[in-house]
């Protein structure tokens, strides 16, 4: 369990584990440790497989799991072969997962072992894909299809929508302003005077 950020959101994380190992005990559990009542749920122990085999004995190691039946599916296997689970000559092997997995001390009440401390593994039983009765198949899982990804389609790219530019009507050539042709006056000569014959000032010259 994670705080992802402020706003306290949470997150779980599960740790699950698989394997292969016979179911025994089936049981419906009414009463905790203490003999206090709870409510009702379905357990089993399950003794898995852990190792390989001894070459001098051949015997295979187990680990054992106490476990609450919690899978839907799980549970309706379970109470389907609680008959033949709880049966010493009848072998009812399964492949597992589980998750949960913690563990817890105990007193040994009876036994070579009597007021020994004792290790318990606690689990919850999530899922059976296969289950076998004395060696033959009685239940198989069918996997899960995958949908292969399919690769996103190609969105187009909106375009953005341009205005037509506006059209410019043609300029006309501005006006060349021509300066107005000078007007120059013809210039004026005195007219001339008309004369008399003799009427030039002419040098007066003494008579003699």
Known sequence: MTTQNANTETQFFDLHTSGVGYLNRVRVVEKNARGERVKPYLACTISAMNGSRDEL??????????????????????????????????????????????????????????GQ????????????????VNGETVFKAEPKEVAAPTAPQEQPVPQQAVSPAPQVPPQQPAPVAHAPAQQYAAPSYPQPVPMAAGGFDSPQFPQH
């Open 57 to 114: 004995t051949g015997k295979i190691p187990y680990v054992f799991f106490d476990a609450i039946v919690s899978g839907a599916a799980a549970k309706e296997l379970v109470l389907q072969y609680q008959e033949a689970a709880n049966d010493r000559d009848t072998k009812v092997l399964i492949a597992f997962k589980m998750g949960d997995l913690r563990a817890e001390t105990f007193v040994y009440k009876q036994g070579d072992r009597k």
């Open 117 to 132: 401390t004792g290790v318990s593994l606690k689990t919850r039983l999530l899922f059976i894909s296969l289950m076998k």
